[in-house]
């Protein structure tokens, strides 16, 4: 099982920084994908980026250039900083990861998420 944990949410004006962290706890050896969600009032949730266990990332276009994910496979953690936000980035933010691991002799793939950081963009 994997038990994820977000962290940096906050207020910040509009052209502002904010870097988000995501721990996670338990079977991380069997995390392959990591990546970071975003859910803004009165719309779907989306991707916004995620980064492989090699390191190969990517991006939804919104956020290319002034995003950049990272891992670090040994901890566990996936951190998103965001450089340069305005107001369409508020949303909730959420960190997701997939995990493959052997249960019982058979392979289980699962999603697991956190419950999720609120990031503000506001003057």
């Known amino acids: 099982q994997v038990h994820l944990v977000e962290s940096g949410g906050g207020l910040v004006q509009p052209g502002g920084s904010l870097r988000l962290s995501c721990v996670a706890s338990?079977?991380?050896?069997?995390?392959?994908?990591m990546a970071w969600h975003r859910q803004a009032p009165g719309k779907e949730r989306e991707s916004v980026a995620s980064?492989?266990?090699?390191?190969?990332?990517d991006y939804i276009a919104s956020v290319k250039g002034r995003f950049t994910i990272s891992r670090d496979n040994v901890k566990g953690t996936a951190d998103l900083q965001m450089n340069h936000l305005n107001e369409e980035d508020t949303a909730v933010y959420y960190c997701?990861?997939?995990?493959?691991?052997?249960?019982?002799?058979?392979?289980?793939?699962?999603?697991?998420w956190g419950q999720g950081t609120l990031v503000t963009v506001s003057s």
């Open positions: 997701e990861a997939d995990s493959l691991g052997l249960r019982n002799g058979v392979w289980v793939a699962e999603r697991h």
């Open positions: 338990g079977s991380i050896s069997s995390i392959n994908t």
């Open positions: 980064v492989r266990r090699d390191g190969t990332t």
